[in-house]
C-alpha cells in the first residue's frame, strides 16, 4: 500500500510572504497532478509533471517533481488572498489489471491574510 | 461551457432511505469518477466507468452503486444511506490519457449529503 503524505496540513500566511508545500510518498510516479480547490466547488487542475527533476512555473506558482518521482513541491512567491485553497496533489499509479489511477493526498489547506 | 453538472447540490436523508446523485458531462469525455470528501481524509475514489457500457469498483464502495446511462451520464445511488455516508461527493471526467498517459480530472462542484 503506498503511502502518500502532504505537509503542512494547514497553513495561514500574511499577504506577500513565500510558501512551500509538500507531497511525498513511498512510492515511484509516473506522473503528479496539483489540484486546487476552493470552498463550494470542486479542484481545478493547475499542472501536470511528468519526468523526474521537471520544474514548471505558472506565474508565481513553481512545482517541481522530484528526481525520483516519490516526491513533489509547490512554492508560491508572493502569496495573494486569492491563493486561498486546499491543495491537492494526486500522483498517477499503477492500481492494478493494467489500470493506472490518481490518488489524491488529504491536501494543504492554505490561508492568506491580507 | 458547463462541464461536469451535478444534482442535487444539497440532500438531507433519513438513515435507510434511498436517492441517486446524478452527473452529466458535456465534453464528449470517455472516462468518468465519482468521488467521496470527507474532512481529513482527502477525495477517494467510489466507482470509476472507464468508458461507456463498464463500471469498476473504487477505494471505497461499499453502500453504493453505479450506472453508466450513456457516454454523458454517470449516477451514483445510495440504496439506504447510512450516517457514515455523510459526505461531500465529487463527479469527475475525463478525455483519458493526456500527457504521457496522465489522466486529467474535470470536477463538478460537489452535491452535498447529509444522513440522519
Known amino acids: 500500500t503506498q503511502l502518500l503524505e502532504q505537509s503542512p496540513q494547514f497553513l495561514s500566511i500574511q499577504e506577500g510572504e513565500n510558501l512551500t508545500v509538500y507531497c511525498n510518498s513511498s512510492?515511484?510516479?509516473?506522473?503528479l497532478q496539483w489540484y486546487r480547490q476552493e470552498p463550494g466547488e470542486g479542484p481545478v487542475l493547475l499542472v501536470t509533471?511528468?519526468?523526474?527533476?521537471e520544474v514548471k512555473k505558472l506565474k508565481r506558482l513553481t512545482f517541481q517533481f522530484g528526481d525520483a518521482r516519490k516526491d513533489s513541491s509547490l512554492h508560491i512567491t508572493a502569496a495573494q488572498p486569492g491563493d486561498t485553497g486546499l491543495y491537492l496533489c494526486?500522483?498517477?499509479?499503477?492500481?492494478?489489471?493494467?489500470?493506472?489511477?490518481?490518488?489524491f493526498g488529504k491536501g494543504t489547506k492554505l490561508s492568506v491574510i491580507p | 461551457n458547463a462541464g461536469v453538472t451535478q444534482t442535487p447540490k444539497f440532500q438531507v436523508l433519513k438513515t435507510g432511505q434511498s436517492m441517486t446523485l446524478q452527473c452529466a458531462q458535456d465534453?464528449?469525455?470517455?472516462?468518468m469518477y465519482w468521488y467521496r470528501q470527507d474532512p481529513g481524509m482527502g477525495l477517494r475514489l467510489i466507482y470509476y466507468?472507464?468508458?461507456?457500457?463498464?463500471?469498476d469498483k473504487g477505494e471505497v464502495p461499499n453502500g453504493y452503486n453505479v450506472s453508466r446511462l450513456n457516454k454523458r451520464e454517470f449516477s451514483l445511488r445510495l440504496e439506504s444511506a447510512a450516517p457514515s455516508q455523510t459526505s461531500v461527493y465529487f463527479c469527475?471526467?475525463?478525455?483519458?490519457?493526456?500527457?504521457?498517459?496522465?489522466?486529467?480530472?474535470?470536477f463538478g462542484a460537489g452535491s452535498r449529503l447529509t444522513v440522519l
Open positions: 465534453m464528449n469525455h470517455n472516462s
Open positions: 466507468s472507464a468508458s461507456e457500457g463498464t463500471t
Open positions: 494526486a500522483p498517477r499509479g499503477y492500481s492494478g489489471a493494467g489500470s493506472y489511477q490518481l490518488t
Open positions: 469527475a471526467s475525463s478525455g483519458g490519457t493526456g500527457v504521457s498517459g496522465a489522466n486529467v480530472l474535470t
Open positions: 509533471v511528468v519526468t523526474g527533476g
Open positions: 512510492s515511484v510516479f509516473s506522473s
